[in-house]
């Protein structure tokens, strides 16, 4: 029997790192061979006991933002063989019920998402749909590929914004998920992109990739600042902390007829002051933005292509054993995003 190692979620802030069974193939899926799998935020969610897209029961391999090679193909697959560079979109619809049969596939009844309820990447091997999958150019790294989901939602977040050529931006946040927006919402035409986080290292590297201006919400007063840098007028605001007090600031920041994206996962029980006046006489529209239903493909276009940084926000490259530590370790993830790296340093 041959095995791999895994890191297995058991439970609220339980993962063990064990010897598993290596997955067999259906005659429709792939074995990928995880070369690199990024730590998200609902990775964390689920650590920390709470819900994060859907429902996970453990024991499970979690981890969903992951590239590698494919090892073996199904008897039934076409299009792919063995040695393909390859990342995949986690998020396994069902086509059949009323929300895929209507075009809003991240709402399938009977979604399968792998890394949250079927098992994924934080392991040497991982078995894939092959109609999931994603080619990656030669040139592109195992650790750009694994940024390909990340992308997709963040790229449904700029979607959601209707971010107009010439707008004002601001992005709350300032992780790997707000430097990901930033660099969306300037392809989109942006005119100026604002970034607020409290974290110097963070503000400096939103410099470095591009940022109009950076503001620390702890000493400076966000309005004034803006206004200040003579950006009076803010069309859209992004909101990536999920923190209550940067939601509601994000009404006051925003201009009449503004826009605000609600984009990072929160726990199921949080909420904010909704200013009912504010929204109607602004006349303020206010949307959630959820996982990244058709945006695979675009993310994977924009990496192949080299059009996007996705690598200066990393904080470092990991093993398996390593993941428990970053899991529970807010001061380490402070410092950026984290890749495993289940099977070593790229071939």
């Not at 919400?217 to 990536?240: F, K």
């Not at 058709?294 to 926000?313: P, Q, S």
Request: aromatic share 4%; glycine share 10%.
């Amino acid at each position: 029997m041959a095995t791999m190692k895994s890191a297995v979620f058991h439970g609220k802030c339980d993962i063990r790192v064990e010897e598993r069974e290596i997955p067999s193939v259906g005659p429709e899926e792939v074995l990928i061979k995880v070369m690199a799998c990024g730590v998200c935020g609902s990775d964390v969610h689920i650590f920390e006991g709470d819900q994060g897209s859907t429902t996970t029961v453990p024991p499970l391999i979690q981890g969903h933002e992951f590239a590698g090679i494919i090892a073996e193909v199904g008897e039934k697959v076409q299009g792919w063989k063995v040695g393909d560079h390859v990342c995949a979109d986690p998020a396994d619809n069902c086509n059949e019920c009323y929300y895929c049969l209507n075009g809003l596939m991240s709402h399938c009844d009977n979604m399968k998402a792998i890394g949250t309820n079927v098992d994924g990447g934080f392991s040497q091997y991982c078995k894939v749909k092959a109609r999931l999958l994603h080619k990656l150019k030669d040139d592109v790294t195992f650790v750009e590929g694994a940024m390909a989901e990340p992308l997709a939602c963040c790229i449904n977040g700029a979607d959601r914004s209707e971010i107009k050529v010439g707008d004002n931006v601001v992005v709350y946040g300032g992780g790997a998920i707000g430097l990901l927006l930033m660099q969306l919402v300037k392809l989109k035409g942006a005119s100026n992109v604002v970034l607020v986080e409290p974290v110097e290292e963070k503000r400096k590297m939103a410099e470095k990739m591009g940022a109009s201006l950076t503001i620390d919400p702890v000493h400076q007063d966000v309005i004034g600042t803006l206004r200040e840098n003579g950006i009076g007028h803010v069309h859209c605001v992004i909101e990536t902390c999920g923190r209550k007090d940067t939601s509601e600031q994000a009404m006051d920041v925003v201009d009449k007829h503004g826009t605000v994206v609600l984009f990072a996962v929160t726990a199921v029980t949080a909420s904010m002051e909704l200013p009912t006046y504010k929204l109607f006489q602004k006349e303020l529209t206010v949307k959630g933005s959820y996982c990244s239903p058709y945006d695979m493909g675009r993310a994977v276009e924009l990496i192949n292509a080299h059009r996007i940084d996705v690598t200066t926000m990393l904080a470092g490259l990991e093993p398996l054993e390593k993941l428990s530590e970053i899991l529970s370790s807010p001061q380490l993830r402070a410092k950026g995003k984290y890749i495993i790296l289940p099977n070593g340093k790229e071939e």
